[in-house]
């Protein structure tokens, strides 16, 4: 018998809670999986960056990164370890660096998902450079502006074709906002989309690996309120559709870890930003819903490293592109692109190997989130973001809703 050690690499940025428990309660699980005659243990500790050589190995056989979609070196290292050494990463880093917004909403489009109607339009202005003069003069068409908000029509919100985290978000409501929003737009390129008008329902449904869940949000709340609490707010049928299109989505595009933002308006659920591959992950925004992230975060790892997963370094298009082609009815169309999806996720596997090798996680995780070492945690992160004089009020509401979630997941009366 021989005692293999796979081993796990936080790579991170100004992350502070997260890693701390997910460090934390995986060492309290103590796992030990049997392969054979075998045994699997599991290493958890933190990249560090420095200078590498491309053919160095790498000593990790899965990462939880958080810095491929700005720190470059980070991601450069973890391409290279991909490339030489079948690292497995959350998020795939070709895909993450690729697929923004745009090619996001052009893929769903044609999947048949109902994207608000959008346009891309030409930068305001530009960064001078060599040949830009002579191309726009002769390729640059004047276009109006008016024109394409009136064809669009209002509500219409102009937004970064790669944008995140609601940087240069506008909402519009006629032609002259419009052109001065234009106006004020500076080099980036944007997108105007419709409005869904009259929504009544905001859901952002964060997925991870085959697992998911859907929240209520407020996006008028202040940031530690908008992550609402309550769980079976929406009709199974509903919660089920979401959490479809975030799977779906994210098979798509080989992204592990991802959230899917969808407003409801007559009954009909519209995606309107689904590229968000390293999601909001922190006790102050997450709160109630962060022990669910923690856990699932340690499932998915804990079986992609174990299992020896092979990231998928091709994305195979065409055959969700069959199935769009054809005529037939989206919710029919939806279906089997989840089937493809549960495939590119090993779904059958990963709940067996739940049952199997993880049953007793929810219980040593709910014990868990009522010790000091989580409390502590969230006091750090808290203690990053708020003046001194909210650290004690804010470390208590974050907390409090923490042990709300684990009453209710422990099954006991809130
Ligand atoms: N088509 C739309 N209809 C209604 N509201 C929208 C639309 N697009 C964006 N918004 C509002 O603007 C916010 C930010 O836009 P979003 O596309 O999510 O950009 P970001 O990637 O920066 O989060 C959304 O959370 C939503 O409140
Ligand atoms: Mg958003």
């Known amino acids: 018998m021989a005692i293999k050690t796979r081993r796990i690499g936080l790579s991170l940025g100004a992350d502070i809670c997260w890693p701390i428990c997910y460090e934390a309660l995986l060492k309290k699980l103590d796992l030990t999986i049997p392969d054979g005659r075998d045994k699997i243990r599991f290493d958890v500790e933190r990249v560090f960056i420095e200078p590498f050589d491309l053919k160095q190995p790498c000593e990790y056989d899965l990462v939880i990164d958080r810095l491929t979609h700005w720190y470059h070196t980070s991601r450069e290292w973890i391409k290279k370890s991909i490339l030489t050494d079948d690292l497995y990463v959350f998020n795939n880093p070709w895909s993450l660096q690729s697929m923004e917004k745009q090619t996001t909403y052009c893929a769903m489009m044609r999947l048949g998902f109902p994207v608000p109607d959008t346009w891309l339009i030409p930068p305001k202005s530009y960064v001078e450079s060599a040949d830009l003069q002579p191309t726009l003069k002769k390729y640059a068409r004047l276009f109006d502006l008016g024109a394409i908000g009136d064809k669009i029509g209002y509500p219409l919100y102009m937004k970064p074709y790669d944008g995140g985290a609601w940087v240069g978000v506008t909402g519009i409501d006629d032609q002259q906002s419009l052109l001065s929003a234009y106006d004020d737009s500076g080099t980036r390129v944007m997108h105007l989309q419709k409005g869904v008008e009259a929504h009544d329902a905001f859901v952002r449904c964060i997925g991870l690996g085959p697992q998911w869940r859907c929240v209520n949000y407020d996006p008028a709340a ?50 309107i930003d689904f590229a968000n591959a390293c999601p909001d992950s922190q006790v102050t925004s997450l709160h109630f819903h962060f022990p669910w992230l923690i856990k699932s975060n340690i499932r998915w790892s804990v079986f992609c490293a174990a299992t020896k997963r092979r990231m998928k370094t091709n994305l195979d298009w065409q055959q969700y592109f069959d199935i769009a082609d054809q005529d037939k009815p989206f919710e029919e169309k939806l279906a089997e692109y989840v089937a493809i999806a549960e495939r590119h996720f090993d779904a059958e ?16 995780a709910n014990e868990f989130f009522t010790t000091d070492l989580v409390k502590d945690a969230i006091r750090q992160k808290v203690e990053a973001l708020y003046p001194a004089h909210e650290l004690d009020e804010f470390t208590e509401l974050f907390w409090n809703r923490v042990q709300d979630s684990v009453r209710l997941e422990g099954g006991q009366p809130g």
């Open 349 to 364: 596997r990963f709940n067996e190997f739940c049952e199997e090798h993880l049953s007793d996680l929810d219980e040593i």
């Open 222 to 271: 202040p940031l530690h309120d908008r992550y609402q609490m309550d769980l079976d707010f929406l009709p199974i049928s509903e919660e089920t559709h979401l959490a479809n299109m975030t799977m779906v989505i994210n098979a798509f595009f080989g992204w592990d870890f991802n959230s899917c933002e969808s407003l409801r308006s007559k009954g009909i659920w519209h995606p």
